[in-house]
């Protein structure tokens, strides 16, 4: 009886074995990735679904008679799921950007996601190959170029 037992352990140990080898363990990993924001008085950090693209972010907020509140902020106009692929999270370095970069690995695609109106919202996806000039022309230097820099212009 002991043998038999032994036995249906050992497959069951196999199967497992089997399984992580044949590429099953990478998709019970977990499917969310952190990163906070990179502004530095701000105690904000967002989430993604590495599969689907979608976003969230939480914060800490002072709430009186209590040791506080955590603020949570759902996905918004073009931070909701996007086609599956490999998706992650990059914080800038500039230390005033609360938003961060959200990058699809497999595609190089990427866009610009922060909270706006209770709400974490993303500019819509694209391939800096994509945004590259046509011509063989020289591009303009970033300082020719009105506005450019680290703050959104408005007209």
Do not use: W
Not at 15 to 28: D, E, F, K, N, R
Not at 71 to 79: M, Q, R, T
Not at 96 to 123: A, H, L, P, Q, W
């Amino acid at each position: 009886m002991r043998f038999v037992d032994f036995e249906a352990r050992f497959s069951a140990l196999a199967l497992v074995g089997g399984l992580m080898a044949g590429g099953i363990a990478p998709a019970m990993a977990a499917p969310f990735d952190f990163v906070p924001a990179p502004q530095t008085d701000l105690n904000r950090i967002y989430r993604i679904d590495r599969f689907s693209g979608e976003i969230s972010s939480c914060q800490y907020g002072l709430q009186e008679g209590t040791i506080g509140v955590t603020l949570c902020f759902g996905s918004g106009e073009g931070a909701g799921p996007q086609v599956p692929g490999e998706y992650g999270l990059v914080a800038s370095r500039h230390e005033r950007e609360g938003g961060v970069f959200r990058v699809n690995f497999r595609t190089g695609d990427m866009s610009i996601c922060y909270v706006f109106d209770e709400k974490v919202v993303c500019t819509p996806q694209t391939s800096p190959a994509a945004a590259a000039p046509a011509s063989s022309a020289p591009a303009a230097t970033p300082s020719a170029r009105p506005g450019t820099g680290a703050s959104p212009q408005r007209p």
